[in-house]
Each structure stands twice: as structure tokens, then as C-alpha cells.
């Protein structure tokens, strides 16, 4: 089964400054993942997800992130921050290989950005 | 614009009353899922439906009911015995189990 760790609680930038959270997965095999925004008091948006076609996964807003097998990781990162991606972010690996259709969400990113 | 609609937006209960939470997606999506999300916790799932007319539990099903008549349609109710219902509750869909999931804005119930 797929799990992922996202090690930052909290994260904290400047406007314009760049943007990296963290997301390790542990998985038997080659995973989905999909990285999700929560804004708030709104429902979760899908940022971006990796399917293994490609190891750099461009999203939406700006956002990337990188597939990197060797260190287990797929950190979601952006060059320049706004103040509009202030929010809850989410990195949650793919449902299949799991029960039929459950995705597991962990306790996020609260990402905070300062003018 | 196709997309997930959930009503109402707010929604209050009184003790020892039922309550149903509308969930409606027009993407022609197999898989519908119901969660719930409680302040600095992240969404927990509580029921999930592949096919009209087949639904499962999921991890805090206790306390909660869902039907799945329509492909477009998913409501949950929350019943009298679900003794904290106080929360943020999410619907969504996907085209298949593997797909990333789409969510609608939320329900926010809360006890009077």
C-alpha cells in the first residue's frame, strides 16, 4: 500500500520568495500522487498529479513538482510566491493498489505567505 | 461548467434530528466520496460509491447513511447517532478509482 509523509506542519515565505513543501512516499511500487489546495472554508482543488509519464509534473498557478524515485519524494515547489497561495496543501498518493478507490489524506502543509 | 455541487452551505442540528447533505456532480463520474474534515485534522472518509446502486463504508461510517440512485447524485445523512457531528464535510468524484478525485465547496454542519 501507498503512504506518503509530509514533513512540514507549517511552512512560512515572503511574497515572492520561493515555495517548498515536502512530501516523501513509501510504496512497493512505481505510485500515483497527486498534490491537492485546500483554500479556506473551500473544497480541495488538484494542483497538479504524476502517473510516472513524466518525473517533473507541471501544474496549475505556477506550482511543480518533481518525482524523484531515488530519494522517494515528490515536493511541490513554486519560484515566486503570492499571497493568494496561502492555503492548505496536500500531497496524497494515488488510490490503486489500495482498497477499491480510498485515498488517504494526512494532516497537510499550512502554507503561510507574508507581504 | 461541469463540476460538483454540494447543499446546503451551512446547515444546523437540532439534537436527535437527521439531517441530509446534497451532493450532485454533472462530469459523468463513476465514483462518488463522501468526507469529513474537523480543524487541523486532514479528511477522514466515510462512505464511497463506484456504481449506482453499490456504496461501501469507509473509516468513520458509524452514525452516517448514503444511497447512490442516481449516478449524479450522492446524499449523506447524518443521523441522530452520530453523537459529534460538528464539521466540515467534502464530496467528490472521479472517473475511476485511480483518477484524481474533484471536490465540491463544503457543507459546514453545525449543532444548535
Redesign the interface.
Known sequence: AQSVTQLDSHVSVSEGTPVLLRCNYSSSYSP?L?W?VQHP??????LL?YTSAATLVKGINGFEAEFKKSETSFHLTKPSAHMSDAAEY?CVP???GTS????T????TILTVHP | DGGITQSPKYLFRKEGQNVTLSCEQNLNHDAMYWYRQDPGQGLRLIYYSQIVNDFQKGDIAEGYSVSREKKESFPLTVTSAQKNPTAFYLCASARDYNQPQHFGDGTRLSIL
Open positions: 500515483s497527486f491537492y472554508n473551500k473544497g480541495l482543488q488538484l498529479k496536500f494515488g488510490a490503486g477499491y478507490g480510498k485515498l489524506f494526512g494532516q497537510g
